[in-house]
C-alpha cells in the first residue's frame, strides 16, 4: 500500500510517500480503507524525536490520527463492525499506549495511508453519519473530542466572556461556534485575514497575538496553542476567580501562573469521560460542530500537508484526501 512515512528522527521534511505492506487485523481489530485524514501536532512532533526517550518509535512510522474510511477486514471478536461500514474516528499510534486510556484505548497503524488498522472496542471509532461526508468527518475527531471537553471542563454560562487563545486552528474554530451557541461573549485571538471566519463561528471580537492586545477581567480563557509554561500573559487577563483551561504541555503549574486566584485546568480526555465520536457525529449533523477546513491535499502529497502544518500559518484544519 502507498502511505506517507518518517523513516527516522527528523523533521517533516524527511518524510516520503512510500509503498510499505499493508496491515492485517488482529484479534479485536479491524481494517480500514482511508478515504481521508486530518493532520494533528503529534504527526509531527512524535517523529521530530522530541519524546525519544518516553515514546520511542519504530520505524518506518506512518502518522495520521484522525481519519474517515470503509471498514474492509474485521478480526475475531469483533461484532461491533461489519466488512463495508464506513466510520471515522481518532486513534494514537500504538506507541502512545501507555498514556491512552487505560480500558478501551483507542490506538491505530497510522491513518495517513491507503489502509490502517484500528481497535474496534472505543469510543473513539464510531459509524459516519449520513449527512457527514469523509472530509469533515476525517477533519472533525480531534477538534470535536477536545472541544466537546473543554465545553464540559469550563461549563461556561450564557452572558460569561471567554478568552480564546489559538482561535484559529482546528479545535479553535470548533470551541468558538460552541461558545456561541452557549451564548457567551467569545474574544478570539486571529489574523486580520481570519477575523472574517471566526466572526462567521459566532465570535463577537477578534484581537492580535500580542499580549497587550488581550482584554482585562475575562471569565474564562481557553489556551489552545501556547506552551503551558507560558501562560502568565493569559492569566493575567481573567478575572480574580475566573478559570484558565490549557490543552498544551507541559502540563501547568499553579505556580507558574503567578496567580493563585484564578483556577487552572489542564484538559485532556484520553478515556471519552466526555462523549466519544458518536457525540461528536451527532453534534456535526445538527449543525452544532463546524468542521474548518483550511487547505486540501492527496495522499501523493502527503509530506507536504505535514510540512505545510509545521511551517505555515494554519486556518482550521489540513486535510489529506486518499
Known amino acids: 500500500m502507498k502511505a506517507a512515512v518518517a523513516t527516522g528522527y527528523g523533521p517533516p521534511e524527511r518524510y516520503t510517500v512510500a509503498?510499505?505492506?499493508?496491515?492485517?487485523?488482529?484479534?479485536?481489530?479491524?481494517?480500514?480503507?482511508?478515504?481521508?485524514?486530518?493532520?494533528?501536532?503529534?504527526?509531527?512532533?512524535?517523529?521530530?524525536?522530541?519524546?525519544?526517550?518516553?515514546?520511542?518509535l519504530a520505524f518506518p512510522?506512518?502518522?495520521?490520527?484522525?481519519?474517515?474510511?470503509?471498514?474492509t477486514e474485521i478480526g475475531s471478536g469483533v461484532t461491533d463492525y461489519q466488512v463495508g461500514d464506513e466510520i471515522f474516528g481518532q486513534a494514537v499510534p500504538r506507541a502512545l499506549r501507555a498514556m491512552a486510556g487505560a480500558t478501551r484505548p483507542s490506538l491505530s497503524t497510522g491513518s495517513l495511508a491507503e489502509y490502517a488498522v484500528f481497535?474496534?472496542?472505543?469510543?473513539?471509532?464510531?459509524?459516519?453519519?449520513?449527512?457527514?461526508?469523509?472530509?469533515?468527518?476525517?477533519?472533525?475527531?480531534?477538534?470535536?473530542?477536545?472541544?466537546?471537553?473543554?465545553?464540559a471542563s469550563a461549563k461556561v454560562q450564557?452572558?460569561?466572556?471567554?478568552?480564546?487563545?489559538?482561535?484559529t486552528?482546528?479545535?479553535?474554530?470548533?470551541?468558538?461556534?460552541?461558545?456561541?451557541?452557549?451564548?457567551?461573549?467569545?474574544?478570539?485571538?486571529?489574523?486580520?485575514?481570519?477575523?472574517?471566519?471566526?466572526?462567521?463561528?459566532?465570535a463577537d471580537e477578534t484581537i492580535g497575538y500580542a499580549e497587550s492586545a488581550y482584554p482585562a477581567g475575562v471569565d474564562?480563557?481557553?489556551?489552545?496553542?501556547?506552551?503551558?509554561?507560558?501562560?502568565?500573559?493569559v492569566a493575567a487577563a481573567v478575572r480574580p476567580g475566573g478559570r484558565l483551561l490549557t490543552i498544551t504541555?507541559?502540563?501547568?503549574?499553579?505556580?507558574?501562573?503567578g496567580r493563585d486566584d484564578v483556577g487552572l485546568q489542564f484538559v485532556l480526555d484520553m478515556e471519552g469521560t466526555f462523549g466519544g465520536m458518536r457525540e461528536v457525529g451527532e453534534l456535526a449533523v445538527r449543525g452544532e460542530l463546524p468542521a474548518t477546513i483550511g487547505r486540501r491535499y492527496t495522499l501523493d502529497e502527503g509530506v507536504r500537508a505535514c510540512v505545510d502544518f509545521a511551517r505555515r500559518h494554519t486556518t482550521g484544519k489540513l486535510v489529506v484526501t486518499v
Open 19 to 56: 509503498e510499505i505492506p499493508a496491515p492485517r487485523p488482529g484479534p479485536g481489530q479491524i481494517q480500514v480503507r482511508i478515504a481521508a485524514v486530518s493532520i494533528n501536532p503529534a504527526d509531527i512532533r512524535l517523529p521530530s524525536g522530541d519524546f525519544r526517550d518516553t515514546v520511542p
Open 61 to 71: 512510522h506512518v502518522p495520521g490520527n484522525d481519519f474517515a474510511g470503509t471498514v
Open 119 to 151: 481497535e474496534a472496542d472505543t469510543p473513539f471509532l464510531a459509524r459516519r453519519p449520513a449527512g457527514l461526508d469523509v472530509e469533515r468527518a476525517a477533519a472533525l475527531p480531534t477538534v470535536g473530542l477536545t472541544a466537546r471537553a473543554l465545553m
Open 158 to 167: 450564557p452572558g460569561e466572556t471567554v478568552l480564546v487563545v489559538g482561535a
Open 169 to 202: 486552528g482546528g479545535v479553535g474554530t470548533a470551541v468558538v461556534a460552541l461558545l456561541a451557541g452557549a451564548k457567551a461573549r467569545v474574544i478570539a485571538t486571529a489574523t486580520a485575514a481570519d477575523a472574517g471566519i471566526l466572526r462567521a463561528l459566532g
Open 220 to 233: 474564562v480563557a481557553l489556551n489552545l496553542t501556547l506552551p503551558s509554561d507560558r501562560l502568565t500573559g
Open 249 to 257: 504541555y507541559p502540563v501547568p503549574q499553579q505556580e507558574w501562573l
